[in-house]
């Protein structure tokens, strides 16, 4: 009795003393990621999140949460002397947010299945959070594959605050504008680090001398309102915005699963073959965790849009030979006008109306020879070279046979 007593007590200290320095991921493949790591996760994502940067935390506790948010202030009067002070009450309003669940699948090699609890997640904090902030960011603001009531740009289309236009001096004022006239206060911009060359160029020019410039590169403000980069945002496209009405909560902490036989549908390998974790001695690490985003009013935000550049689907899928790439484009060709692409790293989409007459004509049916990897762009342009539609995909190439 004695010795199952001590037993019974070594077993209940262990248990009250874990910690993720006496446990390897592969004795524990699951559960709850340590607070200690949960929360410098979520700082850093916190950090790098432009919605989180700029719009209100609201805490959360569980999957809704029910708030009121301030949408009129109480007034002032002239009095005269004697007379009664007139009142009036500040307007309140009730609004729900609701958290969906967000997770990422991060494949890795199998070393890491022999690593401390702490080290596994102290080298993959970085890559979790930046699959995080990403997919968050994209969905919040630019509404792709969006699980939430709302985005900036559904809001704007809603609220018709968009200017078809250049990015010039004279159009991100009106761009501004739009808000101010219905008595909102812009107090940042979202935008891409391929609109500062153009930005920089948003003059007011008098007599044909520079008078005031818009744009400051060394602080990275427009009118004197700080500017936040989203690598995913097209070329030509701007939004400003009185981000005081947009939202987010985070009610939970992280949960993982750690899988070694999966097999990734999402996820290919460079021959177009989804990767197969048992096959190919990997691993792959599921995170899923909680986050609530709305906006209040959709008249607070704008869009300045360089002119409604039409998209198209591209896909690439391995072609006949190796080396080659065969792709297909939606929607069809319009009569009159022809294809035209480029192939590389990083590419841009070219914003409607340039000029891509340097590019390699395309007769939208046969193989391009491409590196898996690379990026390609079509364009659709017209009989002057200029593009009307465009879209770009990640090369799936055909590999030699045997190899």
């Known amino acids: 009795m004695n010795k199952n007593r001590k037993l019974g007590c070594r077993l209940q200290l262990f248990a009250q003393t874990w910690n993720p320095d006496n446990v390897t991921v592969f004795e524990h493949k699951d559960g709850t990621i340590p607070e200690k790591y949960t929360k410098l996760i979520l700082k850093e994502i916190m950090q790098n999140s432009k919605v989180m940067q700029l719009a209100k935390y609201e805490e959360m506790d569980s999957k809704e949460k029910k708030f009121e948010y ?65 997919k968050f960011d994209k969905a919040a603001i ?39 006239d219905e008595d909102y206060d812009v107090n940042a911009f979202i935008s891409t680090k391929k609109n500062r060359s153009t930005l920089r160029n948003a003059h007011k020019i008098e007599n044909g001398v520079i008078v005031e410039s818009l744009y400051d590169r060394s602080a990275n403000t427009l009118d004197g309102n700080p500017v936040v980069d989203l690598k995913d945002m097209d070329k030509g496209t701007l939004y400003a915005g ?10 939970y902490g992280m949960n993982y699963k750690i899988s070694e036989e999966a097999q990734l549908s999402t996820l290919t390998n460079e021959d177009g073959t989804p990767v197969n974790l048992y096959e190919q001695e990997l691993v792959a690490l599921r995170v899923t965790m909680d986050v609530g985003f709305m906006i209040v009013k959709d008249g607070a935000f704008a869009k300045l849009t360089s002119g409604g550049l039409g998209k198209l689907t591209v896909t690439s899928v391995p072609g006949t030979k190796a080396g080659d790439t065969k792709i297909t484009v939606t929607p069809a060709l319009t009569s009159g006008n022809s294809y035209k692409y480029k192939v590389g790293e990083e590419l841009d989409v070219p914003v409607r109306g340039q000029n891509v007459k340097g590019w390699t004509a395309w007769n939208g049916t046969s193989d391009i020879t491409a590196k898996s990897g690379d990026e390609i762009v079509i364009v659709e342009c017209d009989d002057s070279g200029q593009t009307v539609n465009a879209g770009k995909a990640a090369v799936t190439s055909a590999v030699a046979t045997g190899a």
């Open 242 to 251: 009185d981000f005081d009405y947009m939202y987010y909560g985070i009610p």
């Open 70 to 134: 301030f949408a009129k202030g109480p007034g002032a009067y002239w009095v005269g002397e004697g007379e009664k002070i007139k009142t009036s009450k500040a307007q309140w309003l009730q609004v729900k947010m609701v958290a969906k669940k967000l997770g990422v699948i991060i494949p890795c090699s199998r070393e890491f299945l022999h690593y401390k609890m702490s080290d596994f997640f102290e080298v993959m904090k970085p890559k979790i959070a930046e699959a995080f902030y990403k």
């Open 142 to 180: 630019l509404n792709v594959e969006n699980p939430f009531l709302h985005a900036v740009d559904k809001s704007v289309t809603e609220a018709g605050n968009v200017i078809n236009g250049a990015l010039n001096y004279d159009n991100i004022l009106g761009l501004e504008d739009l808000l101010t």
